[in-house]
């Protein structure tokens, strides 16, 4: 017959209940910072894209007013290569966000996996 310690049995159940807890909420709190992540990045997008089109408004202003051709083209060119920068600045930061996001959200659950390992390895 096998012996069975009641005791250790009930503690073993309740290591495991609040371990299982632990990880629930790690996993919520990693859901929350995905969550916060995302809106930071839409409102980047949101920022971006009414900077954006309120430069093509200005410059189609200043491309209709040009008195001749060569001022309108260099309107163009100049609208043209700082739209290039500006987009390629906003996707390194959207990027980082991205990048941000993505380490925000794992450190809960990296938290959670140690404690798990280490509660695993030490029964």
């Known amino acids: 017959m096998i012996d069975f310690d009641k005791?250790?049995?009930?503690?073993?159940?309740?290591?495991?209940?609040?371990?299982?807890?632990d990880n629930y909420e790690a996993v919520l709190k990693s859901y929350g910072?995905?969550?916060?992540?995302?809106?930071?990045?839409?409102?980047?997008?949101?920022?971006?894209?009414?900077?954006?089109?309120?430069?093509?408004?200005?410059?189609?202003?200043?491309?209709?007013?040009?008195?001749?051709?060569?001022?309108a083209i260099e309107i163009q060119s100049e609208y043209a290569k700082a739209a290039y920068?500006?987009?390629?600045?906003?996707?390194?930061?959207?990027?980082e966000l991205y990048a941000s996001v993505a380490r925000d959200a794992y450190k809960p659950v990296e938290k959670a996996v140690e404690k798990t390992t280490a509660t695993v390895t030490a029964s």
């Open 7 to 21: 005791n250790a049995f009930e503690k073993t159940t309740k290591d495991l209940q609040k371990l299982g807890k």
């Open 33 to 71: 910072q995905m969550n916060k992540g995302f809106q930071d990045i839409g409102t980047s997008f949101t920022d971006y894209t009414k900077q954006a089109f309120a430069d093509a408004t200005a410059t189609f202003e200043k491309v209709v007013g040009a008195k001749t051709l060569e001022h």
């Open 85 to 95: 920068e500006k987009w390629m600045t906003e996707m390194t930061k959207i990027g």
